[in-house]
């Protein structure tokens, strides 16, 4: 597994290395000892998480406060996704600064974003399915969810079509009001 630094070191993109041949291709998607290597800490994922997405759906920017924060390891089986963690940790100096990457199927590439970042994606490709490692189980009561579209962040979304968010996506705080991490 190869790592890939990002604009905001805590954010990480991890390329696999693959084996492909005339029967398929095998890879090695999550290796605890690997991943803790590359990341420089100790992980404990405790569910997974799987959806399904049409084009020009878009997901989040959403995020778990503490104590039930979440660190998440994502990746795309189907289709393609633009995928993006923001920086929502107050004393941070990237603190509402976002990073985004294109993942899929195809490059097989995940992303790591530790607790303290809102994540959210569109969907890039007729249908994408997404699949999400998190550090913590969900809990509603510390969910919170900032508006995708938030000026003040200003993510450079490739859509290129209309999108399609749900109505607590549509409604979600802008960060200059949201709850973040201390």
Not at 6 to 27: S, W
Not at 42 to 64: E, T
Request: charge should be negative.
């Amino acid at each position: 597994m190869k790592i890939i630094d990002t604009d905001i070191p805590d954010i990480k993109l991890l390329e696999p290395r693959v084996f492909e041949d005339e029967r398929g291709f095998f890879f090695e998607s999550y290796n605890r000892r690997s991943f803790e290597a590359l990341i420089g800490g100790a992980v404990n994922f405790l569910q997974d998480n799987h959806s399904k997405s049409s084009r020009g759906v878009v997901r989040g920017l959403h995020y778990q406060l503490p104590p039930r924060g979440q660190g998440k390891l994502v990746r795309v089986v189907n289709g393609s996704v633009f995928d993006v963690a923001v920086d929502i940790r107050c004393n941070s100096p990237t603190f509402g600064c976002w990073v985004g990457e294109i993942l899929s199927a195809e490059n097989r590439r995940q992303m790591w974003i530790p607790e303290g970042f809102a994540h959210g994606f569109v969907a890039l490709s007729e249908c994408a399915e997404f699949l999400y490692k998190t550090t913590d189980y969900y809990a509603p009561e510390f969910e919170r969810c900032i508006l995708w579209a938030d000026p003040d962040i200003a993510i450079d979304w490739p859509t290129g079509h209309e999108t399609i968010a749900s109505a607590k996506d549509r409604n979600g705080a802008l960060l200059r009001q949201a709850e973040c991490f201390a």
